[in-house]
């Protein structure tokens, strides 16, 4: 593959849906506690999405944020990336309903599947596109609506996942110094491991018919102690290559913005680069695992929050199903 271009965050924007999903509330739908989903995943309430709120509703609040932040106008954008697993149909893509819904009308776009990745997958997408082409301006997007997956009657996964959406405008930029710049990303995936975090209904291997529906393929199937194993590793490793490949070392490093899946994962991942608390991102208590959107939710909210400065060097690490991993390092 090109090298990709120098590319820069311009804007970040976020949504999340008003509904409040509380340990208390799943406590009396499942067998569990307040207690066993805080200590476990440091997780204590989750946003749950409207019925008639899609996908793509959740993009396009995120994407106008971002568009306003970035001072930039959706006919000036170029290429629309969403990454997603939760898209509101099979086809036409959800970017293409983003699109749409924006009046993005000289924008390509396209979906990404990586899971909990997709989001670094979609960054690194767009800046190969807008690689040397004539395309400049670039919206790349997390959405999720996880609750469409859930199986409410499962406890092992039903406590971990959440709905909402994030979104960056990104720029070519060649100067050396312009703010938001990407330095470096890593990606990897291991399709051999893809049975331990799935969906397995609903796609062409196994189509929802009257006769399996009751099983409820169609909903996040995850073998969570081996997944945990493989997301400690695959992120501290990704981590590293990132800071080598942008010259970086882990004690210049401000802030950590990794996957929120887990705040035991986000803990060992900081503990073995050396990295404090005060300088690793947590939001999982407020949201759970959002997967594609977990990134750039909490960009936008430590960008909001007044906690990102001009320079600071940015970390970003993630891992998902495929299994998929990748991570970036950001020159705010
Ligand atoms: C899912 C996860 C929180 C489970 O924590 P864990 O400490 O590994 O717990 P286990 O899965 O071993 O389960 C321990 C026990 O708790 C039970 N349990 C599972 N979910 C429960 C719940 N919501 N409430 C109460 N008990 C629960 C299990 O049934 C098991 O009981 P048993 O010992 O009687 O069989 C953790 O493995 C995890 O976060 N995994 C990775 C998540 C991740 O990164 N996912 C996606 C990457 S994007």
Redesign the pocket.
Known sequence: MSKPCQCSIIGTGSYMPSKVLTNDD?SKM????DE??TT??GIKERRIAADDETTSDMATAAAKQALEAAGVKPEELDLIVVATVTPDMFFPSTACLVQSKLGAKNAIGFDISA???GFLYALQAARHFLNGGPRMTALVIGAEKLSSLINWKD??????FGDGAGAVVVRRDDRKTAPGRVLSTVMGSDGTLADL?KVPGGGSACPITAENVALRPNTIY???????KH?VTRMYQASLDALEQAGVKAEDVKLVIP?Q??A??ISAIAERLNVPPERTFINVDKYG?T?AATIPVALDEAQRSGRLKSGDILLLV????GFTWASSVVAW
């Open positions: 799943l499942v067998e569990t506690s066993w989903i476990r995943t899971a909990c990745s406890r092992n996964t039903c406590v971990l975090l995850m073998e969570g102690r081996e997944t945990f997301a996957h899946a887990n035991r994962i695992n997967s993630a891992f998902g199903g």
